[in-house]
Structure formats: structure tokens, C-alpha cells
T-cell receptor, first 111, second 115 residues
């Protein structure tokens, strides 16, 4: 079956530092790569997504980069703030047309 | 308020009982989804629906039934609850008109415990 792995599973940074989360997928046909943020007690929220014809996309302090050859994409958060503390999920599109969620990365931003 | 709402927020039931989780969206999105979230598994798709009266199985459909008589509602029923169905359940809808799995909006979830 399709395999999605996120690293690291937990990440602790100081406020103002950068954070990077990597997602590796197995399906070479995947062409859509979103990242979701889940705060405690809430549902996941789409924060950024990218398609396979684009290598990088930025939205203020967050960015996503894609390496289709190596089959991985990464979430970059710059100038982290305490409100960035959450669990982040990658969810590349699978061959059946549905999203395949990774197991999540818990990010803690220390003030 | 506009958005996607789930009810109840918390539910405790016993094995063998039938339980229905409700989901309502006000955007008139065509696609709706049910996911379950378990520690160590991330989110897994149970069922999805492309429109009223059109539903299809996801990754883990066994033990669940869905219906969609109206565009805005997508209830999930556990016909005979088992302990393995203890989980947090999320309903979602998609605003994308071109790809059904893109731009998902999630509800706040229902935490279900089966004793």
C-alpha cells in the first residue's frame, strides 16, 4: 500500500527560530501535496498546499518545497511563534484519489 | 454560523449499540468525508460522498454506514459498536470543484468511547 512518513515526530524550537518538517511518500503518481495544522481539540486546518508542477510555494511565514525525484516534500516555518504550536500533518494524494495522512509532527514553540 | 458542525462533541456508548454521529455543512460543498483519528495512525478515510445519494467506501469502512439524503448532511452510523471503534471522528467537506480530495475543511470532531 501507499506509505507516508513524517519526520521528526516531535520538534521543539525556541520562539523566533525556524522549523522544518519532512514528509516522504511512496506513490510516484502523487501530484498534490498539502499540509494541515491541528490545534488541540480542533479539526485539522489546511495551511498550505502545492502541486507537482511547482517546486516551492510561500505564504508569509510558511513555505512548502517539493522534490518529486526523491519523493519528499517539506514544511518550513520561519520566525516561529507560540501560536504555531500544534500537530502538523502531511497528506499527499494517493492513487485512489484520496489523501493519505502522515502520522503527524508535534511542534512545540517555547517562548 | 457558516461552516461545518459535528454533533455530539462527546459520546460514550456500549458494545453492540447503534450510534449515529451527525455532520452538517452550510457551504453547499458537493464532497463530504468521514475520517477517524487514532494515535499512531493519523487520519484514515472511512466513507466519502460526492453528492446527495452518492457515497463510496474509503480505507476503513467496515462496521460503518453512511447516508446522504441532503447535500448539507452526512451522518455516520455505527450499527453495532465495538471497542475498536473508540476514536475521534472528523467530518470534512471539500470546496474544490476540480479535485474532490483538495481544500478540505474539517469539523471539530466527535470523541467516541465504546465501553
Amino acid at each position: 500500500g501507499e506509505n507516508v512518513e513524517q519526520h521528526p515526530s516531535t520538534l521543539s524550537v525556541q520562539e523566533g527560530d525556524s522549523a522544518v518538517i519532512k514528509c516522504t511518500y511512496s506513490d510516484s503518481a502523487s501530484n498534490y501535496f498539502p499540509w494541515y495544522k491541528q490545534e488541540l481539540g480542533k479539526g485539522p486546518q489546511l495551511i498550505i498546499d502545492i502541486r507537482s508542477n511547482v517546486g516551492e510555494k510561500k505564504d508569509q511565514r510558511i513555505a512548502v518545497t517539493l522534490n518529486k525525484t526523491a519523493k519528499h516534500f517539506s514544511l518550513h516555518i520561519t520566525e516561529t511563534q507560540p501560536e504555531d504550536s500544534a500537530v502538523y500533518f502531511c497528506a499527499p494524494l494517493g492513487s485512489q484519489g484520496n489523501l493519505i495522512f502522515g502520522k503527524g509532527t508535534k511542534l512545540s514553540v517555547k517562548p | 454560523d457558516a461552516g461545518i458542525t459535528q454533533s455530539p462533541r462527546y459520546k460514550i456508548t456500549e458494545t453492540g449499540r447503534q450510534v449515529t454521529l451527525m455532520c452538517h455543512q452550510t457551504w453547499s460543498h458537493s464532497y463530504m468525508f468521514w475520517y477517524r483519528q487514532d494515535l499512531g495512525h493519523g487520519l484514515r478515510l472511512i466513507y466519502y460522498s460526492a453528492a446527495a445519494d452518492i457515497t463510496d467506501k474509503g480505507e476503513v469502512p467496515d462496521g460503518y454506514v453512511v447516508s446522504r439524503s441532503k447535500t448539507e448532511n452526512f451522518p455516520l452510523t455505527l450499527e453495532s459498536a465495538t471497542r475498536s471503534q473508540t476514536s475521534v471522528y472528523f467530518c470534512a467537506s471539500s470546496e474544490s470543484a476540480t479535485s474532490w480530495a483538495e481544500k478540505l475543511f474539517f469539523g471539530s470532531g466527535t470523541q467516541l468511547s465504546v465501553l
